[in-house]
């Protein structure tokens, strides 16, 4: 097992790793930036360095200052959490090359998956169901134009090298093909520095599903059941849980195998998600996978008992899975609601300052938080939004949506906006309690709601 390793993150995902570490008697490095000189990531690592100035190009992203702190510190391995360098093949190439341990996927499987055409191929190859859509990349929007006369509108565009909802644009009728196109291209080329693009068919009233699968070294590769990720507002997740409301066991075990055969695919190796969209009908269909760990994964820990950033490490040191399949039972349900700095009445916009008092709901039976903000603590405006997750447990869904509603009723954020009172409505919205919810979820409860400051 690895001696000391260096997270080169911020925020709850830092600390969240750093208390792993701690339990397995792992030392740490934190890195911060010149703002996050007082964050709680820095001062609860073993070692902290400051890897640059507020912008994250010139910090969290800038690999040399990193790889320069990692050498400085003698880590033997670099966690990079999600976000910011988590999904860099480059990056993950370079830590090899340096002899630090990326902990994560093989560069090749980053770069591979990382471009959601060569992966939806290799899908196609591996016989997991795929979208119906393009067969590659679309050189221009007037092929767009011919392939979406065969699949039929509507469809969507997007960006091969994309992610975080970058680079997508639905498409409803010919006319709004060239300026969707070439916007979409425009939004990937600035975000990724790549504009290729591919179409898939616009499955209505889907539901988003994920499946948290774990490989290792030797060729071995679980899943840990599906979290249910469709309330979701531009294409950024609001509320997860776990397992989906409307799965039985039998789908269960179903959808779990394909996403098992889907990482075998690609000999994955590590943490990773395999995402689906669900139809009405009860068909799925692999969109892409994600190739780390992701903002969610408590849920999935909660119902399943399987601590994932212990398992990255582990497997990131060359051990095997701890768990075989038959081993894994889901139990129970969990949700996470992420608490973001954010004024929904002001069409979500940030909400960054100084928190004057902050007392989270860690208290109680079945009920997590996620988080590295306290009283006093300055939210700054360079990062992202979330300050917070709350993660509840219950035997049944509707006592983990009972445990979260107590756990909000607790939570206090002074100083700044929150979307608090957006969450809360959410979990008393009569649709969302039915567990009838789709990824239009959130724009039709939004209008319901009065919640539409945009």
């Not at 702190?69 to 033997?76: D, P, Q, R, S």
């Not at 490989?215 to 509320?239: A, P, T």
Request: hydrophobic share 40%; charged share 25%; with cysteine.
């Amino acid at each position: 097992m690895f001696q000391k390793i260096l997270i080169a993150n911020r925020g709850e995902i830092a600390v969240r790793i750093i208390r792993a570490c701690r339990e397995m008697g792992i030392q740490t490095v934190a890195v911060y930036s010149e703002p996050d000189r007082d964050a709680l990531h820095a001062q609860l690592a073993d070692e902290a360095v400051c890897i640059g100035p507020a912008r994250s190009a010139d910090s969290y992203l800038n690999m040399q200052n990193i790889l320069s702190a990692a050498i400085a510190t003698k880590v033997n391995a670099i966690h990079p959490g999600f976000g910011f360098l988590s999904e860099n093949s480059l990056f993950a190439s370079i830590c090899e090359e340096c002899h630090l341990k990326f902990v994560g996927p093989k560069a090749e499987t980053i770069e591979f998956m990382g471009n959601k055409a060569n992966a939806r191929a290799k899908m196609i190859e591996a016989g997991v169901p795929v979208i119906p859509g393009s067969d590659g990349v679309l050189t221009d929007y007037k092929e767009a134009l011919d392939v979406a006369e065969k699949l039929g509108y509507p469809v969507m565009i997007k960006a091969s090298a994309g992610g975080g909802g970058k680079g997508i644009r639905v498409v409803r009728c010919a006319e709004q093909m060239q300026a969707a196109f070439e916007s979409a291209q425009s939004e990937t080329m600035k975000a990724f520095g790549d504009d290729r693009m591919y179409m898939e068919k616009k499955i209505e009233h889907a539901r988003h599903i994920e499946v948290q699968v774990l490989g290792d070294q030797f060729g071995n590769v679980i899943h840990l059941g599906e979290r249910d990720c469709s309330l979701q507002r531009k294409n950024q997740k609001v509320l997860e849980e776990a397992p989906c409301p409307v799965f039985d066991e039998k789908k269960r075990e179903e959808i779990g195998a394909v996403a098992v055969r889907a990482a075998k695919a690609v000999g994955y190796e590590n943490a990773g998600t395999i995402e689906f969209l669900y139809d009405r009908d009860g068909n799925f269909y692999f969109m892409e996978m994600n190739t780390r760990i992701q903002v969610e994964h408590p849920i999935t820990e909660m119902v399943t008992g399987v601590d994932i950033v212990k398992e990255q490490l582990r497997i990131a040191a060359g051990e095997p899975l701890s768990y075989h399949q038959d081993e894994i039972c889901v139990t129970g349900h969990a949700i996470e609601c992420r608490i973001n700095a954010e004024n929904p009445q002001r069409g979500f916009a940030p909400s960054p300052g100084k928190i004057r008092f902050a007392l989270l709901p860690a208290g109680g039976m079945g009920v997590r938080v996620e988080s590295a903000v306290y009283s006093g603590y300055e939210i700054s405006p360079y990062y992202d939004s979330m300050i917070a997750k709350i993660i509840t447990h219950g035997k049944t869904r509707r006592e983990a949506i009972a445990k979260m509603q107590r756990s909000l009723y607790e939570l206090v954020i002074d100083g700044i906006d929150t979307n608090l009172e957006f969450q809360e409505d959410i979990l008393g919205d009569a649709q969302y309690l039915s567990g009838e919810l789709d990824t239009t979820f959130l724009e039709e409860f939004m209008n319901r709601h009065s919640w539409n400051g945009e």
